[in-house]
């Protein structure tokens, strides 16, 4: 069954510190995984975009990571703000059939 | 401006009533979605289009109806047969299907309280 799970569920951090949000997949074929942030009340905003190919992509202070083989995923965050309190979503698509799983998310604080 | 409008962004209804929720881009996208998100849940799929006049059934579409006359437009009608209709809905486009690595361009939801 294709499935993503995101780890932490919910994670509160300091000011200026940096973490790492984790997403692990069952989905195959994998076509891509994308990263997403979404603030309260709000759309999810992407953030990133890898396919099998990218192991690495950057989007100013987050940093995507893929490992295909071991069918896992990381977003590092540096130097938090308190606007990157919100929620993040791991959201792998299927190749065959272009199904798009979500996982459920990693709700993270950031405290002043 | 360019982007992806959802309305209302509040919604109330009494149950039994159908009611309507409206999806509009101006991002000349060809395909268009729903979703469903529920506290502590990831995303699920309602329905989906990838062009004009075509649309299909997504994870969980029972007691919901779309239509895609228009391009720019994918309305979404939670029908009185929709048994827990409560929830924070989300309407998105891309390019082209997903596997395409397009970007996907979310609304601003649209929360939906049955009364």
């Known amino acids: 069954k294709n499935q993503v799970e995101q780890s932490p569920q919910s994670l509160i951090i300091l000011e200026g510190k940096n973490c790492t949000l984790q997403c692990n997949y069952t989905v195959s074929p994998f076509s891509n995984l994308r990263w997403y942030k979404q603030d309260t009340g709000r759309g999810p905003v992407s953030l990133t975009i890898?396919?099998?190919?990218?192991n690495t992509k950057s989007n100013g202070r987050y940093t995507a990571t893929l490992d295909a083989d071991t069918k896992q995923s990381s977003l590092h965050i540096t130097a938090s703000q308190l606007s990157d309190s919100a929620s993040y979503i791991c959201?792998?698509?299927?190749?065959?059939?272009?199904?798009?799983?979500f996982g459920k998310g990693t709700r993270l604080h950031i405290l002043p | 401006d360019g982007g992806i409008t959802q309305s209302p962004k509040y919604l109330f209804r009494k149950e039994g009533q159908n009611v309507t929720l409206s999806c509009e881009q101006n991002?000349?996208?060809?395909?268009m979605y729903w979703y469903r998100q529920d506290p502590g849940q990831g995303l699920r799929l309602i329905y989906y289009s990838h062009i004009v006049n075509d649309f299909q059934k997504g994870d969980i579409a029972e007691g919901y109806s779309v239509s895609r006359e228009k391009k720019e437009s994918f309305p979404l009608t939670v029908t009185s047969a929709q048994k827990n209709p409560t929830a924070f809905y989300l309407c998105?486009?891309?390019?082209?299907?997903?596997?395409?690595?397009?970007?996907?361009?979310f609304g601003q939801g649209t929360r939906l309280t049955v009364v």
């Open positions: 991002l000349n996208h060809d395909a």
């Open positions: 890898m396919t099998f190919s990218e």
């Open positions: 959201v792998v698509t299927e190749n065959r059939d272009d199904k798009i799983i």
């Open positions: 998105a486009s891309s390019t082209a299907r997903q596997s395409y690595n397009t970007e996907a361009f």
